[in-house]
Nanobody, 124 residues
C-alpha cells in the first residue's frame, strides 16, 4: 500500500505561481510512475504530468512550458511547480502512483493509489 498526501494548493491571480507537494509513504517501491492529475468542476479528471523512476517527465499539452514536475527520491516527495497560471487551471489537483510501464502511457485507470487532493483556484 502507498499513501499519498498533497499540499500547497491555494488561490492566486492569473499569471501567478504555486508549488504543489505530494508526500508518499508506505510501500513506495511501487512508485515506478507517479504524477499529477486534476479535475475541474464538471470536468473529467485529466493527467497533468507524470514522472518515472528515472526522472523522465511527461506533460499534458495544456501545461507544457508552464508546469514542471520533479521528485525528491530521498524523501519520497513529488513536486509540481506551476507558473503562468490561468483561470482554466482551476481544479482539484491529485497525486497518483502506479507501477505501469511506460509511465508516459499509463492510463488513468492504472493508477491504483491516489491522494485526497488539493484545491487550486486561479482568478482573472
Amino acid at each position: 500500500q502507498v499513501q499519498l498526501e498533497e499540499s500547497g494548493g491555494g488561490s492566486v491571480h492569473a499569471g501567478g505561481s504555486l508549488r504543489l507537494s505530494c508526500t508518499a509513504s508506505g510501500d513506495t517501491y511501487d512508485n515506478d510512475c507517479i504524477g499529477w492529475f486534476r479535475q475541474g468542476a464538471g470536468k473529467e479528471r485529466e493527467a497533468v504530468a507524470v514522472i518515472d523512476s528515472d526522472g523522465n517527465p511527461s506533460y499534458a499539452d495544456s501545461v507544457k512550458g508552464r508546469f514542471t514536475v520533479s521528485q525528491d527520491n530521498a524523501n519520497n516527495i513529488l513536486y509540481l511547480q506551476m507558473n503562468s497560471l490561468a483561470p482554466n487551471d482551476t481544479a482539484m489537483y491529485y497525486c497518483a502512483a502506479t507501477n505501469f510501464f511506460p509511465c508516459a502511457r499509463a492510463p488513468r485507470s492504472d493508477f491504483a493509489y491516489w491522494g485526497q487532493g488539493t484545491q487550486v483556484t486561479v482568478s482573472s
